[in-house]
Structure formats: structure tokens, C-alpha cells
């Protein structure tokens, strides 16, 4: 088959000459806010739990650029003159239509695949944690998203005949397709209204009597929408396979949609809204929808009068509508009745929302609760605990209380809520009465992609290769020995469409604790030749005041000496607990970057070494006495 | 052989454009169609071109379907009354976005004729004149060398010396190429000199059409005067469009001009002036024969 029979390249060529500048603004302007989105991030800190937030700048512009997009392809269809240069080429319905959606779909993908080359780039060029998977993930999440906000769009566009109505009827398109999902069957997958009932008996209400059933999250109403995964907010999206199946297959189901749209369309139907009539008020009835939820939230929460200015606001809009579609209002009773039917059916609606999306779970019939803790996935099944974990819950009235993410199985369904219980023990306490194992413990470190040494406020990354891998992995059991308790490993892995984080003291091993301080050591010679780079402070948890500002006033006398004292003990093993830190700074980097001075003795041999040799300087003398006299006594080594 | 069968379209219910429209327009002529406003000349041309689908009937060109017919489309260009060019676009940008998609495309017709009319082609259009940017228009639907090609308000905008010059490009076009041109006015003096055929929209039908030559030969004017009394019956067995008769000289609007022309003069008439019919005229006196008046038509 000729592929011109579907695709006319050099169609396409010429539309994207005509619309290069919008192109090359879009195809600019993501990597650009990704850039900046990137660096700010870098100043930060080095990771983030979800991809979503590296490609916050995709996110955002996932509505606009296959929006702006769409309309530079098929916005022709809204003028009659346009209508006829383009129609009159020689290239069917057919053709137009295939050319200028895929080659939307090309173009988006050409965004996408940029935005994620910056991504790697920035990762295997600096200390973000940004592994392969979630490259990936990220890759296949927003190109998913900006392929259905594009074929929304293109439908739109195909069925309305002016611009505004068809941004309209892409937001009812989006919008309405997650709210019916949620009402038929995805209001157990996340938050809503869970009410436990607990038998007073088991469970008796310790502060307030009335109260027979705990709203485990009252997250009440917009939630739902969260759960076309693509379009919601990136904070709340998780990636879901089956979300991101479910958009596929509705971006499939939406471009044939458009396609038959398209082709069928009476091409007269521009500079108009709708020409059908029924239509043009469906969809502006349609339009109402998030008024209806409005008005609605205030009376149930009895608040009539801002309920009557909701509806008066509701009807201004209504009227309005009329004007910027149609410049007219009429026929007013008409325009008067759909809107009472309308709100009147709204109401009715939401009112039958709250009622499906509220559902009861009586604490008898829960077989399990699963809670995320830190390093700990907690699974609870025994009934007893159940019944303290959510009885406890219930009497948290005048407590400090944490809320963690659950998930209750009941009647063999997971529900997705948040729980609150009282303070971080209650946790803890579960944990050692069940002798659990923590993550560090479970872990298969093999998995391991990007690591850093968290050292005095600073994490440095370290490459993770197989000599860690097995030092991790041979001393994940062993308990930590206060001597080698220096500093943390930060570890990530991405699984499950998710980084996962584990802290591993390096106190487990002696071999882990002189390899990480011989790293740590390595970092910050290497750093001293830097730019701009100053010594700050020196510390020592048990050295004096005085101690440490001789010695400073030492290093800032000779500071060559003491950087090949460092390098000279860069090596040396841990020999004790009396560490000191030199910190520095690179003024360049704004980092800042820390030595472990493994044998303090020797430090304290150069101390009395330079004590000696400047016994009689007076700073030294007026330092001394300044400490004395502030009864803090010179450190005797 | 362009044969529009059977056409209807309306945009709102109860409220025909066209109204069962059957014609045929011959190959390598130059048909016009005239009609007042709103008549549906705009709306017959889209449809012929597959911009409007049509409620019912069928557009065929050499017995084939013309509707999203891709292959019969790159022989057929349109130039709508209201023009579109991208935006910021020359007359070479424009050019080469034709020369991309009609296979027989000739810039270097463009070129030409673009320094013969003094256009710019590399100036913006949208800076152009009205005139300027129907001529680029039309010298892009030209460079086509497609075989049907179809202008709606051919003219307008254009001063009489480019006006000339199109048409004698035209005319060109349709020797050199076997080309077949329609194109729309509701000026039918505009289309006089151009046309071989032309046909009269009205209520979205046909009402009249004809080769213009033949209805020039055909139909013919004459001034009489006879001795003696004399009514319309006196000239029974000619066939009378029109009669009017004013003291002793009548004036005849007669149908068969060259059997006028045998018959009259054995009549003895005291004055015969056989007088040239304007195309306008024409009309006016075929539609006054079919019991309509012209002024409404038109």
C-alpha cells in the first residue's frame, strides 16, 4: 500500500513550515523549563520519589502544548476560508486528517523523547538520582498524556466549530470521562469516605460517645479526579499500569472518534459553535457540571447563602456562555429552563455520589491492614491488632497523631485511605513486639542504582559497583557498632514505578566504615584544589573550644602543612571514636565537604607539635588566656 | 465531462441551497454561472471541490465520483471569493506549498508572471492589496496546469488592464491545457466575453443554460414596421420571446434569428433593423419567456 494513501509527507512538511514558530517555541521551551526545573532541583537536594516532579514543567505543558498543537494542525476547520484552501488541495478527508494527527503524535513524541534526553544527560552528568526505570516510566507517562490530551483535542476540534466551544468540549471530555469512572467503580482505589464502624464493646469510645464510626481520611469530593492517572495532579499521580492502560485505550478510542468526526464532518459547520442545536445546549448544560459540584458542597455544608450566590454565579456564566457563543441570548426562557433542569439534576447527582462513594467497612470484617513505615512495610492481619491499631484510631481526639498511607483489605477489596494513629511508638512498638524485619534487612542490594555518603550535612555520590554491593549485602544482619557510626549510606533503587530509599549505617562493618571514610577523605582532597576552596571549621564532639580554635589559628597560619598532614592519614583506619571533622566549603559549588580524621591521636600530635612551635605567639597566648578566662581550661593531650 | 446530478444541500431544515441541481458542463469550455447573491454558486463550487458534502446527488467527473477523490482532486483547483494564504507567507512560499502537493505544478510560470504583473514574491502577502492578492491566487490555481478549474467572483478586485490579462491567461490555459473553467459572477456582462457556456442558478436549480455563441446567433432583436395594421399575430409562425409594439414600429425578441432573417424581409417591411442582443438582454427575455422576472432572479 502507498503510504501517501494515509500520510502526505509533504503536506505535513509544509503545515509544520506554516507553524514553525509555534514548533520551535514548544520544542524550546520544555527542555528550557526542564533545564531550569533540573538545576534548581540540583540545588537542593539530589533525589525526588517520583518522576512526575522532574518533569513538572512536562506536566503543566501537557495540557497546553498538544493543545496549542492540535489547534495549529486543525484549527483551519473554525474558518470557512481556511476550510476551502485546505479542503480544496488535492488530498481526501482521509488523508488531511491522518497527516496532521500523526504527525502531532511525531511532533509530541519529538518533545518528549528531547525531554528525556536532557533527563539523562543531567543524571549521568550530575548527582540527581534519576536511574534508567524511571527515565522510562517518565518517557512513557508523559508521551501517554500528551498522546491523549492531543486526541481529546483533535476530537474536540472535529466536533465543535469555533475555537472556545472546542476548548470547552475538551475539558468536558477530560473531565468527564474520571468522574463516571470514579462513580461506577474506582471510589475504593483512593481516599473518599471510609467509615469503620466498631462495636462499642471491643472498641469502646474513649473521648466522646457520640462518635461510632472514624473517617479514616475525610478527603472529601475532588480526589476522584486523580484517577485518570495522566491528568492528575502531579503530586497525587502515581504511575498505575492500569491507568496508563486504561488512557491508551482511551486515546485509541478517541482518535477513531475523531477520525470518524472528521471525515463526516459538515465542513460548513465553522464560526459557529454547534450546528445542531440540540448539541450546543448539551454541551453548555454539560458545562454546568462543576458549578452543580459547587453550589452543591455549600449546602451540605449548610451554608445557604453562599449556595445562592453560587447559583447566581452559575447563571451569569450560563447567560454569558450564550453571548461569547452565539452574541445573543435566546430564546431566554428556553436558556432559563435548561439551566434550573440542569442545576436541579446536578444536585441530585452529587447527592447520589456521596452516597455511592461513602462506604462502610465494619472493623469485624477487615482481614488486613498494610502500612508503609519508614523502612518497614507493615502487614497486619491478626484481628486483635486490627481492632488496636483502628480502635486506636479512633481515640486520637486531643493526641498528636500521624496520618500513614494505608491499605485495608475488606471483603477481599483493597481500599486505599490514610490512617491516623497515635505518635511514631505505636509503630515502633508493633514492630519489636512482632520482631520484624526492616527493608535494610530484606533488601537485594543487586538492585542498587545510585548511592550516596550522608557525612555532616552533605551527601556525596558514590559509585555503586560490585565491591559495595557485597560489602552491603554481607552486613545487612550485623548490628551497628558505635565506633564505626560516622555516617549513612543513602541507597536508591527504583521498583515498582517508585524510588525507594534505604539509609544503611555504615557502623555494621569495619571494612564498610574505612572504605566509606577512605571515599569521604578522597572527596575532599580532591575538592581542596578546587576553586575558591576555604576551610571553615574544625570539630571534635569531645575536643574543647579552645582546642579547636588553636588549632584553627594553626591550619590558618600553614594551611599547606595541614592539608599534607590530611593527605598523608587519608588512608588511615578507624582506630577510635574521637573523630574531627575539617569542613570546607567550595565557594564555587556552594557545597561543602568534610574530612574524617580517622587516629585522632595523630591530630592531637600535631596540635601539641604546633602548641609548641608557637608557644609564643602572642594570638595563641591571648587565645588561651580568652578560654581560661572563660573557665573553659586548656585541653591537656 | 463534468455532470452534477440530482444535487440538494441545505444548512438549515426547511431551507434548500440547492434544490435537485442537474447539469452537465462540457469538457475544454469555459462555463460560467451567474446568479444573484445567495443563489448557491459559492456552495455548488465547494461541493464540486469536496468541501461541502452534499444532502443527496452526486458530483461526477468523466463517470467517477469526485467526492475525496484524491487522484481526480490533483486535477482540479479552486479558487474560493474569499482568499487564504498562511500567514506571513510570500508568493514563492505560497508556490512552493502548491508545487508540493499538484504534481504539474510550474513555478516558473509563477515567476513570470509574477514579474510581468509586478508582484513581489518574496513579499508578504498579507501586505498586498485586495487586487494583488486575488492575482497570486489566481496565478497559483493557473500554475496547476490542472484540468478543471474552478473560480468563485473570478475578477473581483482586479482593474480592467490585469483583468484583460487574466482572462487572455485563461483563455490561453484552456487552448494550450484542454482545460475546463467555471467560474461564478453575478455580473453576467464580467463573463460575456470570456465564457462559452453559461448557466442561470436560481433557487438552487439550473433555470437556463447555453452555449453563449449559439444563443447570440439564435436569438435576435429585431425593429420592424409594416404598411397597414399589424399585431403580434402577424408574426405567428416566428417564434416571439417578446413584443412590443409602439405607434407603427414594433420591437420582437425572436428566438430563431436566421429564420427571422429569411421570413421578415418577405413581409415588405417599411423599417427592418435586425439589433445586436446584449447577453443581459438575452437573460432578461429567456427568464420573462419562462414567467420569471429577471430583476428578481438576477
Same mark, same amino acid.
Given at each position: 500500500?502507498?503510504?501517501?494513501?494515509?500520510?502526505?509527507?509533504?503536506?505535513?512538511?509544509?503545515?509544520?513550515?506554516?507553524?514553525?514558530?509555534?514548533?520551535?517555541?514548544?520544542?524550546?521551551?520544555?527542555?528550557?523549563?526542564?533545564?531550569?526545573?533540573?538545576?534548581?532541583?540540583?540545588?537542593?537536594?539530589?533525589?525526588?520519589?517520583?518522576?512526575?516532579?522532574?518533569?513538572?514543567?512536562?506536566?503543566?505543558?501537557?495540557?497546553?502544548?498538544?493543545?496549542?498543537?492540535?489547534?495549529?494542525?486543525?484549527?483551519?476547520?473554525?474558518?470557512?476560508?481556511?476550510?476551502?484552501?485546505?479542503?480544496?488541495?488535492?488530498?481526501?478527508?482521509?488523508?488531511?486528517?491522518?497527516?496532521?494527527?500523526?504527525?502531532?503524535?511525531?511532533?509530541?513524541?519529538?518533545?518528549?523523547?528531547?525531554?528525556?534526553?536532557?533527563?539523562?544527560?543531567?543524571?549521568?552528568?550530575?548527582?540527581?538520582?534519576?536511574?534508567?526505570?524511571?527515565?522510562?516510566?517518565?518517557?512513557?507517562?508523559?508521551?501517554?498524556?500528551?498522546?491523549?490530551?492531543?486526541?481529546?483535542?483533535?476530537?474536540?476540534?472535529?466536533?465543535?466549530?469555533?475555537?472556545?466551544?472546542?476548548?470547552?468540549?475538551?475539558?468536558?471530555?477530560?473531565?468527564?470521562?474520571?468522574?463516571?469512572?470514579?462513580?461506577?467503580?474506582?471510589?475504593?482505589?483512593?481516599?473518599?469516605?471510609?467509615?469503620?464502624?466498631?462495636?462499642?464493646?471491643?472498641?469502646?469510645?474513649?473521648?466522646?460517645?457520640?462518635?461510632?464510626?472514624?473517617?479514616?481520611?475525610?478527603?472529601?469530593?475532588?480526589?476522584?479526579?486523580?484517577?485518570?492517572?495522566?491528568?492528575?495532579?502531579?503530586?497525587?499521580?502515581?504511575?498505575?499500569?492500569?491507568?496508563?492502560?486504561?488512557?491508551?485505550?482511551?486515546?485509541?478510542?478517541?482518535?477513531?472518534?475523531?477520525?470518524?468526526?472528521?471525515?463526516?464532518?459538515?465542513?460548513?459547520?465553522?464560526?459557529?459553535?454547534?450546528?445542531?442545536?440540540?448539541?450546543?445546549?448539551?454541551?453548555?448544560?454539560?458545562?454546568?457540571?462543576?458549578?452543580?459540584?459547587?453550589?452543591?458542597?455549600?449546602?451540605?455544608?449548610?451554608?445557604?447563602?453562599?449556595?445562592?450566590?453560587?447559583?447566581?454565579?452559575?447563571?451569569?456564566?450560563?447567560?454569558?456562555?450564550?453571548?461569547?457563543?452565539?452574541?445573543?441570548?435566546?430564546?431566554?426562557?428556553?436558556?432559563?429552563?435548561?439551566?434550573?433542569?440542569?442545576?436541579?439534576?446536578?444536585?441530585?447527582?452529587?447527592?447520589?455520589?456521596?452516597?455511592?462513594?461513602?462506604?462502610?467497612?465494619?472493623?469485624?470484617?477487615?482481614?488486613?491492614?498494610?502500612?508503609?513505615?519508614?523502612?518497614?512495610?507493615?502487614?497486619?492481619?491478626?484481628?486483635?491488632?486490627?481492632?488496636?491499631?483502628?480502635?486506636?484510631?479512633?481515640?486520637?481526639?486531643?493526641?498528636?497523631?500521624?496520618?500513614?498511607?494505608?491499605?485495608?483489605?475488606?471483603?477481599?477489596?483493597?481500599?486505599?485511605?490514610?490512617?491516623?494513629?497515635?505518635?511514631?511508638?505505636?509503630?515502633?512498638?508493633?514492630?519489636?513486639?512482632?520482631?520484624?524485619?526492616?527493608?535494610?534487612?530484606?533488601?537485594?542490594?543487586?538492585?542498587?542504582?545510585?548511592?550516596?555518603?550522608?557525612?555532616?550535612?552533605?551527601?556525596?555520590?558514590?559509585?555503586?559497583?560490585?565491591?559495595?554491593?557485597?560489602?552491603?549485602?554481607?552486613?545487612?544482619?550485623?548490628?551497628?557498632?558505635?565506633?564505626?557510626?560516622?555516617?549513612?549510606?543513602?541507597?536508591?533503587?527504583?521498583?515498582?514505578?517508585?524510588?525507594?530509599?534505604?539509609?544503611?549505617?555504615?557502623?555494621?562493618?569495619?571494612?564498610?566504615?574505612?572504605?566509606?571514610?577512605?571515599?569521604?577523605?578522597?572527596?575532599?582532597?580532591?575538592?581542596?584544589?578546587?576553586?575558591?576552596?576555604?576551610?571553615?571549621?574544625?570539630?571534635?564532639?569531645?575536643?574543647?573550644?579552645?582546642?579547636?580554635?588553636?588549632?584553627?589559628?594553626?591550619?590558618?597560619?600553614?594551611?599547606?602543612?595541614?592539608?599534607?598532614?590530611?593527605?598523608?592519614?587519608?588512608?588511615?583506619?578507624?582506630?577510635?571514636?574521637?573523630?574531627?571533622?575539617?569542613?570546607?566549603?567550595?565557594?564555587?559549588?556552594?557545597?561543602?565537604?568534610?574530612?574524617?580524621?580517622?587516629?585522632?591521636?595523630?591530630?592531637?600530635?600535631?596540635?601539641?607539635?604546633?602548641?609548641?612551635?608557637?608557644?609564643?605567639?602572642?594570638?595563641?597566648?591571648?587565645?588561651?588566656?580568652?578560654?581560661?578566662?572563660?573557665?573553659?581550661?586548656?585541653?591537656?593531650? | 465531462?463534468?455532470?452534477?446530478?440530482?444535487?440538494?444541500?441545505?444548512?438549515?431544515?426547511?431551507?434548500?441551497?440547492?434544490?435537485?441541481?442537474?447539469?452537465?458542463?462540457?469538457?475544454?469550455?469555459?462555463?460560467?454561472?451567474?446568479?444573484?447573491?445567495?443563489?448557491?454558486?459559492?456552495?455548488?463550487?465547494?461541493?464540486?471541490?469536496?468541501?461541502?458534502?452534499?444532502?443527496?446527488?452526486?458530483?461526477?467527473?468523466?463517470?467517477?465520483?469526485?467526492?475525496?477523490?484524491?487522484?481526480?482532486?490533483?486535477?482540479?483547483?479552486?479558487?474560493?471569493?474569499?482568499?487564504?494564504?498562511?500567514?506571513?507567507?510570500?508568493?514563492?512560499?505560497?508556490?512552493?506549498?502548491?508545487?508540493?502537493?499538484?504534481?504539474?505544478?510550474?513555478?516558473?510560470?509563477?515567476?513570470?508572471?509574477?514579474?510581468?504583473?509586478?508582484?513581489?514574491?518574496?513579499?508578504?502577502?498579507?501586505?498586498?492589496?485586495?487586487?494583488?492578492?486575488?492575482?497570486?491566487?489566481?496565478?497559483?490555481?493557473?500554475?496547476?496546469?490542472? @484540468?478543471?478549474? +474552478?473560480?468563485?467572483? /473570478? !475578477?473581483?478586485? %482586479? #482593474?480592467?488592464?490585469?483583468? =484583460?490579462?487574466?482572462?487572455?491567461?485563461?483563455?490561453?490555459?484552456?487552448?494550450?491545457?484542454?482545460?475546463?473553467?467555471?467560474?461564478?459572477?453575478?455580473?453576467?456582462?464580467?463573463?460575456?466575453?470570456?465564457?462559452?457556456?453559461?448557466?442561470?442558478?436560481?433557487?438552487?436549480?439550473?433555470?437556463?443554460?447555453?452555449?453563449?455563441?449559439?444563443?447570440?446567433?439564435?436569438?435576435?432583436?429585431?425593429?420592424?414596421?409594416? @404598411?397597414?395594421? +399589424?399585431?403580434?399575430? /402577424? !408574426?405567428?409562425? %416566428? #417564434?416571439?420571446?417578446?413584443? =412590443?409594439?409602439?405607434?407603427?414600429?414594433?420591437?420582437?425578441?425572436?428566438?430563431?434569428?436566421?429564420?427571422?432573417?429569411?421570413?421578415?424581409?418577405?413581409?415588405?417591411?417599411?423599417?427592418?433593423?435586425?439589433?445586436?442582443?446584449?447577453?443581459?438582454?438575452?437573460?432578461?427575455?429567456?427568464?420573462?419567456?419562462?414567467?420569471?422576472?429577471?430583476?428578481?432572479?438576477?
Amino acid at each position: 500500500m502507498n503510504s501517501m494513501k494515509f500520510f502526505n509527507f509533504k503536506f505535513f512538511k509544509e503545515n509544520c513550515k506554516q507553524a514553525k514558530g509555534l514548533i520551535i517555541f514548544f520544542l524550546g521551551l520544555l527542555p528550557l523549563i526542564t533545564i531550569i526545573v533540573l538545576i534548581q532541583q540540583l540545588m537542593s537536594q539530589n533525589y525526588v520519589q517520583n518522576f512526575q516532579n522532574y518533569g513538572l514543567a512536562t506536566y503543566f505543558l501537557s495540557f497546553l502544548i498538544p493543545v496549542a498543537l492540535a489547534l495549529a494542525l486543525f484549527g483551519f476547520v473554525f474558518k470557512k476560508k481556511s476550510v476551502d484552501f485546505y479542503l480544496a488541495q488535492p488530498l481526501n478527508r482521509k488523508t488531511i486528517f491522518l497527516t496532521n494527527y500523526l504527525g502531532g503524535l511525531a511532533l509530541l513524541l519529538l518533545i518528549i523523547i528531547m525531554n528525556t534526553i536532557i533527563l539523562a544527560i543531567f543524571g549521568a552528568a550530575t548527582e540527581l538520582v534519576l536511574p534508567f526505570k524511571m527515565l522510562l516510566d517518565y518517557f512513557v507517562y508523559f508521551t501517554v498524556t500528551y498522546f491523549f490530551i492531543f486526541s481529546i483535542v483533535t476530537l474536540a476540534i472535529s466536533l465543535a466549530g469555533n475555537f472556545i466551544t472546542s476548548l470547552i468540549l475538551s475539558i468536558l471530555i477530560i473531565a468527564l470521562v474520571p468522574f463516571l469512572k470514579a462513580v461506577n467503580w474506582t471510589y475504593k482505589e483512593n481516599g473518599n469516605q471510609i467509615r469503620v464502624y466498631c462495636n462499642a464493646e471491643i472498641c469502646p469510645i474513649k473521648n466522646n460517645q457520640d462518635k461510632e464510626y472514624h473517617y479514616l481520611y475525610m478527603q472529601y469530593d475532588l480526589a476522584n479526579y486523580n484517577f485518570t492517572t495522566p491528568v492528575a495532579l502531579p503530586f497525587i499521580a502515581d504511575f498505575r499500569v492500569g491507568d496508563v492502560v486504561r488512557t491508551i485505550i482511551l486515546t485509541i478510542i478517541y482518535s477513531l472518534l475523531a477520525f470518524i468526526s472528521f471525515t463526516r464532518r459538515p465542513m460548513e459547520n465553522n464560526e459557529c459553535s454547534f450546528k445542531n442545536n440540540f448539541v450546543y445546549h448539551l454541551v453548555k448544560c454539560l458545562t454546568l457540571l462543576p458549578f452543580g459540584f459547587l453550589c452543591f458542597s455549600y449546602l451540605t455544608m449548610g451554608n445557604y447563602s453562599g449556595w445562592l450566590i453560587f447559583l447566581v454565579i452559575s447563571l451569569i456564566y450560563f447567560l454569558a456562555y450564550d453571548l461569547i457563543a452565539q452574541k445573543r441570548i435566546k430564546p431566554l426562557p428556553l436558556v432559563l429552563f435548561t439551566f434550573i433542569i440542569s442545576m436541579s439534576l446536578y444536585h441530585g447527582m452529587y447527592a447520589l455520589w456521596l452516597r455511592i462513594q461513602t462506604k462502610d467497612i465494619y472493623m469485624k470484617d477487615i482481614t488486613s491492614i498494610k502500612i508503609n513505615y519508614n523502612d518497614l512495610d507493615l502487614v497486619i492481619t491478626e484481628p486483635d491488632e486490627i481492632q488496636t491499631f483502628l480502635g486506636e484510631g479512633l481515640n486520637i481526639d486531643g493526641r498528636d497523631y500521624y496520618s500513614y498511607k494505608a491499605k485495608i483489605e475488606y471483603h477481599k477489596q483493597t481500599y486505599t485511605t490514610h490512617l491516623n494513629l497515635p505518635g511514631e511508638s505505636f509503630l515502633t512498638d508493633y514492630q519489636k513486639r512482632h520482631n520484624l524485619k526492616s527493608n535494610v534487612e530484606t533488601t537485594n542490594y543487586a538492585k542498587i542504582t545510585d548511592a550516596f555518603v550522608s557525612f555532616w550535612g552533605n551527601d556525596l555520590k558514590i559509585k555503586v559497583d560490585n565491591k559495595l554491593i557485597n560489602l552491603l549485602e554481607d552486613n545487612k544482619t550485623k548490628a551497628i557498632k558505635e565506633k564505626y557510626n560516622f555516617a549513612t549510606l543513602e541507597l536508591y533503587y527504583y521498583e515498582n514505578h517508585e524510588l525507594k530509599h534505604i539509609s544503611y549505617n555504615v557502623g555494621r562493618s569495619e571494612e564498610l566504615a574505612n572504605f566509606v571514610a577512605h571515599y569521604i577523605n578522597q572527596e575532599f582532597l580532591k575538592h581542596q584544589k578546587s576553586f575558591n576552596f576555604q576551610f571553615i571549621n574544625l570539630y571534635n564532639e569531645e575536643a574543647t573550644d579552645i582546642y579547636e580554635q588553636v588549632l584553627e589559628y594553626f591550619i590558618s597560619k600553614n594551611p599547606a602543612d595541614f592539608l599534607k598532614y590530611l593527605k598523608d592519614h587519608q588512608n588511615d583506619p578507624i582506630t577510635d571514636h574521637k573523630y574531627i571533622i575539617a569542613i570546607a566549603e567550595d565557594g564555587s559549588l556552594k557545597r561543602t565537604f568534610a574530612y574524617l580524621v580517622s587516629d585522632s591521636t595523630t591530630l592531637e600530635n600535631l596540635y601539641n607539635e604546633y602548641l609548641e612551635k608557637y608557644a609564643n605567639d602572642p594570638h595563641v597566648q591571648e587565645l588561651i588566656a580568652e578560654c581560661q578566662e572563660n573557665e573553659m581550661g586548656i585541653h591537656e593531650y | 465531462m463534468i455532470e452534477l446530478k440530482n444535487l440538494s444541500k441545505s444548512f438549515t431544515k426547511g431551507h434548500d441551497v440547492l434544490a435537485g441541481l442537474t447539469c452537465q458542463i462540457p469538457d475544454n469550455a469555459i462555463y460560467g454561472l451567474v446568479g444573484a447573491n445567495g443563489a448557491g454558486k459559492s456552495t455548488l463550487l465547494r461541493i464540486i471541490n469536496s468541501i461541502y458534502r452534499a444532502d443527496k446527488g452526486q458530483v461526477l467527473i468523466d463517470g467517477v465520483d469526485v467526492f475525496d477523490n484524491e487522484e481526480l482532486k490533483k486535477e482540479m483547483v479552486f479558487v474560493p471569493d474569499d482568499l487564504f494564504f498562511f500567514s506571513s507567507y510570500s508568493l514563492y512560499q505560497m508556490a512552493k506549498f502548491y508545487q508540493a502537493l499538484y504534481p504539474k505544478f510550474a513555478i516558473s510560470f509563477v515567476l513570470k508572471e509574477a514579474k510581468t504583473l509586478h508582484l513581489d514574491i518574496n513579499q508578504n502577502i498579507a501586505s498586498f492589496s485586495k487586487g494583488m492578492k486575488r492575482q497570486c491566487a489566481l496565478l497559483c490555481a493557473l500554475a496547476t496546469k490542472a @484540468k478543471y478549474l +474552478f473560480f468563485d467572483e /473570478t !475578477f473581483d478586485g %482586479l #482593474d480592467p488592464v490585469i483583468r =484583460k490579462h487574466f482572462k487572455n491567461l485563461l483563455v490561453k490555459q484552456m487552448m494550450k491545457q484542454d482545460t475546463t473553467i467555471i467560474m461564478t459572477s453575478h455580473n453576467l456582462r464580467e463573463l460575456e466575453d470570456i465564457c462559452d457556456n453559461l448557466g442561470l442558478l436560481y433557487k438552487g436549480k439550473i433555470l437556463f443554460e447555453g452555449e453563449i455563441a449559439s444563443l447570440k446567433t439564435d436569438m435576435v432583436k429585431v425593429q420592424i414596421s409594416l @404598411k397597414g395594421d +399589424f399585431d403580434e399575430k /402577424t !408574426f405567428a409562425d %416566428l #417564434d416571439v420571446l417578446a413584443y =412590443k409594439k409602439i405607434g407603427q414600429v414594433a420591437t420582437l425578441i425572436l428566438k430563431d434569428g436566421p429564420l427571422a432573417k429569411k421570413k421578415l424581409p418577405k413581409l415588405k417591411p417599411i423599417i427592418l433593423d435586425f439589433l445586436p442582443l446584449t447577453l443581459e438582454e438575452m437573460f432578461v427575455y429567456q427568464m420573462e419567456a419562462l414567467g420569471y422576472e429577471f430583476n428578481e432572479v438576477l
